[in-house]
């Protein structure tokens, strides 16, 4: 049986992890925080790979969530990524905040994913615990006393 307790914790320290890193990039320059950006999206490619190994030992139904993850993924990677390479040339003012405004956005948007993915992490759970329950009442009920 999968340790539910273990993996939410798991996913505490990362969140924890990504508060800090939000916390100092505010005070960091552009360069500190590219680098900041190229080491999250090294452990971004690091987790989508151990995703990806194991929703291929899932079977089709993971592979098909993961592509749609992984897509999404993408997505928001490369929109991070035109509006930091294009924040970067940009001296007009008004420019610099509009590409603000929407790096906020994707920032807002890909918090929300997450915490669509935390509900549907606690749905997948609960029907996990629910069905293990219901495997060991049936197994109990088969068995010689």
């Given at each position: 049986m999968l340790d539910f307790d273990k993996e939410l914790d798991e996913l505490r320290v990362k969140l924890a992890d990504v508060q800090t890193s939000v916390r100092v990039a505010k005070t960091e320059?552009?360069?500190?925080?590219q680098q900041r950006i190229g080491e999250a999206q090294g452990k971004l490619d690091k987790e989508a790979k151990a995703a990806k190994a194991q929703a291929d030992q899932a079977g089709d139904q993971a592979q098909e969530q993961w592509?749609?993850?992984?897509?999404?993924?993408?997505v928001r990677?490369?929109?991070?990524?035109?509006?930091?390479?294009?924040?970067?040339?940009?001296?007009?003012?008004?420019?610099?905040e509009s590409d603000a405004e929407w790096a906020e956005s994707d920032a807002e948007d890909a918090i929300d994913f997450a915490a669509?993915?935390?509900?549907?992490?606690?749905?997948?759970?609960?029907d996990a615990i629910d069905a293990r329950a219901q495997a060991q009442q049936k197994a109990a009920a088969v068995r010689p006393a």
């Open positions: 320059t552009h360069d500190q925080i592509k749609k993850v992984k897509a999404d993924a993408a990677i490369a929109k991070a990524k035109r509006s930091i390479d294009h924040g970067g040339d940009q001296i007009d003012a008004d420019m610099a669509y993915a935390v509900e549907s992490a606690r749905v997948a759970i609960l």
